[in-house]
């Protein structure tokens, strides 16, 4: 994430996006300039004309109905001009209905007009979070001729949206009136999450020993051959004692096994509302989508089973496979904020028969009820990752919950790398 003074490309979209719309028309005139084919300036020439004749009728001034009639006529011989087709063809070029966040594509456009025509726009209708309109200004185009007008457009936020329709606008010469022709229908175009470089050691039980992942392992519970020897601790099985290197050394020693790799990765992507940070675009579920783009990409490349949770319904999943990284990108382009709490998706995963799947949830506050939930979901031996989205200081709190939970935690902040992040894991006697 590009990030220049402290400022994130979030924010600064952001604030270009409330800019667009401050400098937009009001709504009632936009609606009625379009409904009546006619401009600002020919609907405020008309009311002219009213209120001369108005004044006229009142004080019988001769010269105020010359008036008023005179921009009446205007305003119809404007409209009848405006009234003239305008033959004219034109044709999109085929645009990738994915691209990823903060990229630009160009667009070309054919036109092909059947007389010659002077002095119209070409506009294609980008939604406002998307970025601003794309209009072409053409001057000429003689009869017959076929040229190509070609605009860039920067995709500065991640969604679905709806590009187009791409029309073709023209007017009067006093510009009192207004016409709109559709040149091509609108399509959907899919602005994936960006995705960084990330690592995540995805284990299946909530201890680690060795902390590196061993040579040789299995999925567990199959995973559990001897790897060797340590000191007895208050709270571990008895059975595990080695009482031969008891008689030899006279220290307590517990068996250890290999630890438990898994290749199943489950992903829950916090959405509620009420936690996360405020705006046109919430800066903290943006970065939460970036890092389940992130983790889920990676894992999926490296031949893990990818499942994405939501907090009212699975999002999608269990992908695997070369082609899996495409349906976990569309669906994060598709994900949005949502009343419901992350408790339900903690519980969803609490009644999975499954319990050897490495969970990693991204959230900007764990409250108390979700941190009991969590709390079942580590007793049934599951490892969890907790990626704490630090937007504010309240968010602070998730870290002493999570971590006091025994869960391993990551500090996801702004403008901070994620594999710096998961580098720095604390937690769980870390």
């Known amino acids: 994430m590009a990030a220049a003074a402290g400022v994130s490309e979030t924010q600064r979209f952001a604030r270009r996006a409330a800019a667009a719309s401050a400098r937009r028309p009001s709504a009632l005139l936009e609606t009625a300039a379009r409904a009546t084919g006619m401009t600002l300036s020919g609907i405020v020439l008309l009311v002219i004309g009213v209120m001369a004749w108005a004044l006229g009728y009142l004080v019988a001034g001769r010269p105020l109905y010359l008036l008023a009639y005179g921009a009446w006529a205007v305003v119809a011989l404007s409209w009848v001009i405006g009234r003239r087709p305008l033959p004219l063809t034109g044709e999109r070029s085929e645009a990738r209905p994915r691209i990823a966040e903060g990229e630009t594509i160009g667009m070309t456009v054919s036109l092909t007009a059947k007389r010659r025509l002077s002095t119209f726009i070409l506009e294609e209708e980008v939604p406002p979070l998307l970025g601003q309109q794309a209009r072409v200004p053409v001057a000429t185009l003689e009869s017959g001729q076929t040229v190509e007008h070609s605009y860039d457009l920067t995709c500065w936020r991640r969604g679905v949206y709806q590009l187009g329709p791409l029309n073709a606008r023209w007017g009067d010469p006093f510009g009192l009136t207004e016409r709109s022709e559709k040149l091509a229908e609108p399509f959907e175009l899919l602005v994936h999450p960006s995705i960084e470089p990330v ?232």
């Not at 039980?205 to 340590?230: A, N, Q, T, V």
């Not at 675009?281 to 970065?287: D, R, Y």
């Not at 999002?315 to 976990?328: A, E, F, Q, T, W």
């Not at 009991?372 to 969890?384: D, F, I, Q, T, V």
Request: include cysteine; charge should be neutral; proline fraction near 6%.
């Open 199 to 430: 690592q995540d050691r995805p284990l299946t039980r909530l201890w680690e020993d060795p902390p590196i992942r061993p040579p040789i392992s299995k999925p567990w519970p199959f995973g559990m051959e001897f790897y060797g020897m340590r000191a007895y601790t208050p709270g571990d099985d008895l059975r595990r004692i080695v009482w031969r290197a008891f008689a030899r050394t006279g220290q307590l020693l517990v068996r250890e096994s290999e630890q438990g790799i898994t290749d199943q990765m489950t992903i829950v992507l916090d959405q509620s509302r009420q936690f996360h940070s405020k705006g046109a675009v919430s800066e903290s579920f943006e970065a939460g989508v970036k890092a389940a783009a992130s983790l889920g990409v990676h894992h999926l490349r490296e031949g893990y089973s990818v499942t994405l949770e939501g907090n009212n319904r699975r999002l999608v999943g269990p992908l695997r496979g070369p082609n899996s990284p495409m349906s976990l990108l569309d669906e994060l382009a598709r994900a949005d904020l949502a009343k419901e709490s992350l408790t339900g998706a903690i519980m969803r995963m609490v009644a999975d028969a499954r319990s050897n799947a490495h969970v990693i949830i991204l959230t900007p506050h764990l409250d108390a009820e979700a941190a009991a939930r969590l709390k079942l979901l580590l007793e049934r031996g599951s490892h969890c990752v907790v990626g704490a989205l630090m937007w504010d200081e309240g968010a602070a709190d998730t870290l002493g919950r999570a971590a006091a939970l025994g869960a391993q935690v990551v500090e996801i902040r702004p403008n901070m790398p994620l594999a710096v992040a998961f580098r720095n894991e604390i937690g769980a006697g870390r």
